[in-house]
């Protein structure tokens, strides 16, 4: 898909291929804007989008935040899409909340929030909450340690594969005609009376490409991006890591939905492609966000955490795979990361009649719908007149065979 040889001028140039770099070039593809290039200086979703926890799910946590309703119920309307368009990537997962006999939310806390997230999820086709007998809970999760827990309620949201999502879109934007260029490092903007000047290293050699609307969706580097090219900064951001470990089949036929009585934090022990998913955490990232590994401390405190709810000890020397990926938030007025939203945001740079939008925050499950606002802008500033369509299964191919298949699970986590 990068064979072509690079254009010197574009329309739009979306900079990462992450899941929101794809979908934005989905979306104007989709509306026909032409001359759309998108540059990867990696391979697609090789950062923060394939280090997810693989759930395309509303965010029930985020219930307990007034301001945060709307990002649940737009999330649940996206969440019901994806089951439709790709039912093949986004299916079904029956989660466990335990309740716990000491410490964590009430019961009645928890069956108020279960009920209004299935309210907000509307009249869509998957199984509402419901409060199961323990012995039916051990059939489903048979380490469930019991002598911890008071009652269990089952409720549903979806799972993915989240690299193959990327890979899913970008075969779509490809099938629209889009122009992906991975390998593909963008070192600095400049503005000229041209448009943008977009100075790409590909293979060693210095590409300059001219743009009318430049699209900044690098995630942790989209701020660095900008203090190198001088351009002034929109918003402080943080970065928020999230570390995931993968262990053994351990039996699971539905996941469990984990809270840390102590700090309030919220976890998930899932199956996922014959393995099972721990995580995730949340910390402040100061470091070189190409370089984010899960530490000692990491593995320590995600184990901790989850065995108090298994019969049996999960050691460290059991973990397979570990991951760390990156959510770029701006910075929260409170201070608190995880009480940092995930909403997005989006800064704008204006030069001339040229502008420049940089991204932040965002969620996996929304970026769909994030993807639709970003093109509204784009199009209305580009005087295009068309809607999205990407809610129109005719603008999804329907497999990745135009793109290379990645059966090998370690090839889904690491660098």
């Known amino acids: ?27 104007l593809l989709s509306r026909g804007v032409q001359n759309v290039v998108l540059f990867e200086k990696g391979d697609l979703g090789a950062g923060t989008s394939r280090k997810s926890t693989k759930l395309i799910h509303g965010g029930l946590r985020y219930l307990k935040r007034l301001s945060d309703f709307g990002l649940v119920r737009e999330a649940l309307r996206e969440r019901e899409l994806l089951l439709n368009i790709a039912p093949d990537l986004v299916q079904p997962v029956e989660l466990l909340f335990p309740i716990l006999r000491g410490g964590g939310e009430r019961g009645w806390v928890v069956k108020i929030g279960l009920s209004l997230y299935d309210r907000l999820s ?18 489903k999760v048979p380490i469930l340690e019991t002598s911890q827990v008071k009652s269990v309620y089952s409720f549903w949201d979806g799972q993915t594969d989240d690299l193959a999502l990327v890979h899913r879109v970008a075969a779509s934007a490809l099938k629209l005609g889009g122009n992906i260029f991975c390998g593909s490092s963008v070192e600095k903007l400049n503005h000229s ?53 993968i262990l053994p089949d351990l039996g699971l036929k539905a996941g469990l939905f984990l809270q840390s009585p102590e700090d309030g934090r919220i976890f998930f022990l899932l199956p996922w492609l014959e ?63 995880s009480k940092t939203s995930r909403e997005y945001q989006v800064g704008v740079t204006n030069k001339g009649k040229h502008q420049l939008l940089t991204l932040y925050g965002g969620k996996l499950t929304s970026y769909r719908a994030l993807a639709e606002k ?3 802008r784009v199009a209305q500033y ?3 007149q068309c809607p999205s369509r990407t809610t129109d299964p005719q603008m999804w191919v329907k497999n990745n065979t135009s793109l290379p298949h990645l059966s090998s699970l370690k090839a889904r986590f690491k660098a």
């Not at 010197?8 to 979908?23: D, F, M, P």
């Not at 086709?125 to 323990?134: D, E, L």
């Open 275 to 337: 393995k099972t998913l721990l995580g995730t955490t949340e910390e402040l990232y100061t470091g070189d966000p190409s370089q984010v590994i899960a530490n000692e401390q990491d593995v320590e405190y995600l184990l901790t955490k989850c065995n108090r709810y298994l019969s049996r000890e999960i050691k460290p020397a059991q973990v397979e795979e570990s991951f760390a990926g990156l959510r770029w938030l701006v910075v929260d007025r409170t201070g608190h990361i």
């Open 1 to 27: 898909m990068d064979t072509v040889e690079l254009p010197q001028s574009a329309e739009v140039v979306i900079l990462g291929g992450g899941i929101h770099g794809v979908g934005i070039l989905h979306d």
């Open 122 to 139: 509307g009249s869509q086709g998957i199984s509402k909450h419901k409060y199961i007998p323990i012995q039916a809970a051990l059939e």
């Open 374 to 376: 970003i093109g509204d």
């Open 193 to 245: 009376e041209r448009g943008w000047e977009v100075k790409i290293v590909r293979n060693g050699v210095i590409h300059c490409i001219y743009a009318r609307y430049i699209v900044n969706a690098l995630g942790p580097w989209s701020n660095q991006l900008l203090e190198q090219s001088g351009i002034s900064v929109p918003f402080q951001a943080i970065n928020n890591k999230g570390v995931h470990l």
């Open 382 to 384: 580009l005087g295009v």
